[in-house]
């Protein structure tokens, strides 16, 4: 898979998880693209937590609002019954446990639900920003990312890069696969026609246990 096949592959992969009615947080990056892959029926409200429930899509070039940006500096749109609000409040939605999915990137995840996703030692960063908020006060946290990061495990036994957040990550969707987090470990419940079982196992950096059910993986 090129790039851009293995983003698509995940965000609609991803988009389907999602249910008709759920507040829905996405962060910046891959997860913007779900929205375009939602199945026919799923109607869902983007909160933006820089103040915003009701986002809509990337506005056309020349249509763009100064006004209007997401947490990641992107020029947005709004839907018809949009609520503007400050940060302070946005973050009373996230902590009062109002967003019902949030959907996020990841630089590590591990078997234990644990996120790394905000700094690497040594480089430059802005900050942690919004993400330890939404990954504790969202009521499910879902990872949208690539498998590998050339060739080097990004699911680990124990994530090696400071946490966003501890003990908070429901489920994985990658390329190659569908992991779910459960006490017991990874639980491999989907995988990609394109790769075998070894292949998913040699790519991740802790022994996956296999469900009984494995299906192929849905799109």
């Keep these: 898979m090129d790039k851009n096949q293995i983003r ?16 829905v947080n996405l962060g910046i990056g891959l997860p913007t693209l779900i929205p375009n892959y939602l199945p026919p029926g799923v109607k869902v409200t983007l909160q933006s937590e820089n103040g915003l429930l009701g986002m809509g899509p990337a506005p056309l070039p020349g249509e763009e609002n100064p006004d209007f940006t997401n947490a990641g500096g992107g020029y947005i749109t709004y839907f018809t019954g949009a609520s503007c609000f400050d940060s302070s409040f946005s973050f009373s939605v996230i902590r009062g446990r109002h ?14 639900g644990n996120l790394a996703n905000w ?30 990061a050339k060739g080097a495990h990004k699911i680990l036994k124990k ?19 569908v992991i779910e987090v459960t006490p017991e470990g990874l639980l491999l419940k ?27 993986m849905r799109q």
């Design 8 to 23: 698509e592959v995940i965000a609609k992969r991803a988009a389907l998880e999602l249910k008709d009615g759920d507040v």
């Design 99 to 112: 967003v019902d999915v949030t959907i996020l990137g990841a630089l590590e995840a591990d078997e234990e």
């Design 119 to 148: 700094m690497i030692p040594g480089k430059k960063t802005p900050g942690m920003g919004g993400a330890m908020d939404l990954i504790v006060g969202a009521k499910r946290v879902i990872l949208a990312m690539e498998h590998t």
């Design 159 to 177: 994530c090696n890069l400071p946490l966003t957040a501890a003990g908070q990550v429901n489920l994985i969707v990658t390329e190659m696969c």
């Design 190 to 216: 989907e995988i990609h026609p394109e790769f075998s079982l070894d292949q998913v196992q040699q790519a991740t950096g802790s022994t996956l246990i296999i469900s009984d059910e494995l299906i192929k």
